[in-house]
């Protein structure tokens, strides 16, 4: 037999090493013999190779000799075959244990299988069982577990083969458990071309944690004696950085069916991160079905669902789910905020995901989250136009059926101007499954010139319908208004029997005029989120509204639009027209403008209860008091761009506006302490609502 292996590292020594340090060295290897429990036989031509090696290196012709050929490349030993055994026992002694296991293993199997109970057996299978041992304990310190486990797994295997050394044995067993944490972070650290590897350590992770009963440890297993929940804990954290978002979101999923709350958290972290970080909003939806369901101890979920909302722009759902959290600290951080309510929670939504959320995965590497560019991004903007027309056609729907007198049409406008309540769309409101076209594709592509008429005059007697619908609620809200305030009527119910029916005979006459004159007003109507900006065309229509409004108002208020903006000065005037155009809405908005950047400059009071809800009215209130006590003042320009119609029906308006925005905050002695401008400008999204037979600004969204 060669052994790897020459006379100065057998008997321990460097090859500079002189005669007294080749004895001395020689004597230590002969005291310390290995009391493992290996044969007298082997031990004995144990010492007789260390005393032939110390005698060659100590004698000057012979270690002339040797050297040279060592220079020529003649380094392994060739031993005879009774010496072999004791010279594996001196390889593994000098610190080659994974040479000495491979060669042992190989001299215990055919057909150099040693005789059944001899020594040379019993010295074998121990010296394998050590070296195995030795071996692993040499690849941990190198971090290569999953090598260090394949050593202790051969050992094992050798072992119950040979039917010796139980004790030892279950010691290889012990030490194969502790190593299960190594071996998967050795695995998953990987590069990911390494499929085979990365998936065998994903399935030994799921393993080890369905063992202990979840991440939460709830199962007595065989790995709780070498991994505490603490120590598990601490594993995972280092694990969880290896794994992709997706692998996360699997792995988590599965784990929460098996009753694993913990991991039914991850599981809605997983998913906001992998919806965030990959544009896919739909994914949120299925993070806030997770949380939703979830019952963790101290777990406050209202800010995150809340955030969720605000990704979703449900600004007031997500305003109030804040409000409803169980945090004081939390809420008092809101109320008491210096600015708007949504910048604030813009915020704390950005450092959630900065530091909870976005962090741990693979494939995820974001810095720093920026939510001007989720909302910007086409696919987003898509995902909530779609999620806003399916909550405008369920609120057409209920206004539809609830429309049998006044009260319920009051009712029902007031519905909408409350936040929703909840916009997770149901299976049918998700987007379009993949898949194509089915196999009749053919079928449905050839449909003839008279198919085609007939979907034509489908669409346009529902466009028909529906714009009828809304002209008449406007009729019924005006003559509703009428009924309910004139005091003649109320004394007498004749006169109202009368006039109802006055007024459906006047509507049977004008149910034929809008019949005539409907294609004109229908592509007025018939306006996308994208289509209708403000052109030079609609001043004529704007300036009649305008008009009409001024005709109640003294002759000596009676400014026009043009005259009004060159002055930068806005009256405070009711928008009473029933349909507003776009260019009368922007002067509302213009005027609320106005008052607000005069107000905070505390150049002047507001009084602009006619053009705006008393709750915004409030929240700029409070704004100006605590600019008081901070003893600052703002100076707000602002300049609208662009204005498009997003909806419009009988008592809700909605409009995005592109905002020239710049704000500075300054001390009363005119100190600038922070500047702010918006580049190239600010999107905000108004809304309007018809109350007290006016139209009036009811909220407004930043950022959307």
């Known amino acids: 037999m060669e052994l790897p292996l020459d006379h100065f590292r057998l008997i321990g020594v460097s090859p500079s090493a ?11 290897r002969l005291d310390k013999t290995p009391s493992e429990g290996f044969t007298n036989e082997v031990l004995t031509k144990r010492s007789e190779l260390l005393r032939l090696t110390a005698d060659l290196l100590t004698d000057p012709d012979s270690r002339r000799e040797y050297e040279n050929l060592l220079q020529n490349g003649v380094a392994a030993l060739d031993l005879s075959s009774n010496k072999e055994v004791a010279g594996l026992i001196l390889l593994w002694e000098s610190g080659s244990p994974k040479e000495a296991f491979k060669i042992a293993r190989k001299a215990l199997q ?20 050590l070296s195995s041992r030795d071996a692993a304990i040499q690849e941990q310190k190198q971090r290569l577990y999953s090598n260090a486990a394949d050593f202790l797994k051969e050992g094992i295997q050798l072992l119950q083969r040979m039917g010796k050394l139980g004790e030892l044995r279950k010691n290889l067993e012990e030490d194969l458990i502790s190593l299960l944490p190594f071996r998967i972070l050795d695995l998953l650290s990987r590069d990911l071309n390494e499929h085979e590897s990365h998936k065998k350590g994903l399935s030994m992770l799921e393993n080890l944690i369905i063992k202990r009963g979840g991440l939460e440890g709830k199962n007595k297993s065989e790995y709780n004696d070498y991994l505490n ?26 784990l929460q069916k098996r009753g694993s709350n913990e991991a039914g958290f991850l599981a809605f972290l997983s998913l906001t991160a992998f919806g965030f970080a990959k544009r896919k909003p739909e994914k949120l939806f299925e993070a806030r079905k997770i949380l939703k ?35 004081d600290n939390l809420r008092e951080w809101l109320n008491h905020y210096s600015g708007e309510k949504l910048e604030a929670i813009c915020i704390f939504c950005k450092n959630w995901l900065e530091n909870d959320v976005l962090v741990g995965y693979r494939d995820i590497n974001l810095i720093e989250v920026d939510l001007d560019s989720w909302f910007q991004d086409r696919e987003i903007q898509e995902f909530i136009e779609q999620l806003e027309k399916k909550s405008n056609r369920t609120l057409l729907k209920s206004r539809l059926q609830n429309q049998t007198d006044f009260k319920a049409q009051e009712s029902q406008r007031d519905l909408i101007l409350k936040p929703k309540i909840d916009s997770i769309p149901s299976e049918e409101g998700k987007l379009p499954l993949p898949g194509g076209l089915r196999q009749d594709q053919e079928y449905k592509e050839v449909i003839d010139e008279k198919s085609q008429r007939q979907e034509i005059i489908k669409n346009k007697s529902i466009e028909f319908y529906k714009y009828a619908i809304e002209k008449i609620a406007e009729l019924k809200f005006i003559f509703g208004e009428a009924l309910e305030n004139n005091k003649i009527f109320n004394k007498s119910p004749y006169l109202t029997y009368l006039f109802a029916f006055l007024i459906l005979f006047a509507f049977g006459l004008g149910v034929g005029f ?12 018939e306006i996308t989120n994208n289509s209708l900006l403000i052109k030079d065309n609609k001043k004529k229509l704007f300036n009649e509204g305008l008009n009409q409004n001024d005709k109640k108002a003294p002759e000596n208020s009676q400014i026009s639009l043009s005259e009004k903006i060159n002055k930068n ?24 403008l106005f008052n607000k950047s005069t107000f905070l400059a505390g150049k002047s009071e507001i009084n602009i209860s006619k053009i ?46 592109d905002l020239k925005y710049t704000e500075k905050i300054l001390r009363k002695n005119g100190e600038l302490i922070n500047e702010t401008t918006f580049t190239p400008f600010l999107k905000v999204k108004y809304i309007l609502g018809f109350s007290d037979n006016s139209w009036k600004l009811v909220d407004y969204i930043s950022g959307v």
Do not use: H
């Open 229 to 254: 929940q603490q120590e598990f804990e601490s594993f995972f954290k280092q694990i969880k950085p290896f794994l992709t978002v997706q692998e996360q979101i699997d792995l988590f999923i599965e």
């Open 110 to 129: 055919p057909p150099q299988t040693p005789a059944l109970g001899s020594s040379r057996e019993a010295d074998l299978t121990l010296l394998a069982a």
């Open 612 to 657: 705006v809800q008393n709750d915004l009215i409030d929240r700029l209130n409070m704004e100006r008091q605590l600019d008081i006590q901070k003893d600052i003042y703002k100076n707000i320009k602002t300049n609208i761009e662009n204005i498009v119609l997003i909806s419009q029906t009988s008592s809700r308006i909605a409009v995005s506006v």
């Open 569 to 592: 000065s806005f009256l405070v005037e009711e928008l009473t027209t029933a349909s507003p155009s776009l260019e009368q809405i922007k002067y509302l908005i213009n005027t609320w």
């Open 514 to 525: 809008l019949r005539n004159s409907f294609k004109k007003p229908l592509q007025e109507k």
């Open 18 to 28: 002189t005669s007294e340090e080749i004895l001395r060295a020689f004597q230590l």
């Open 293 to 327: 369901k979830l019952n963790l101890t101290g777990l406050d979920s209202m800010p995150l669902i809340g955030c969720l909302d605000l990704l979703l722009a449900d600004i007031d759902q997500s305003l109030a789910r804040f409000l409803s959290s169980s945090d």
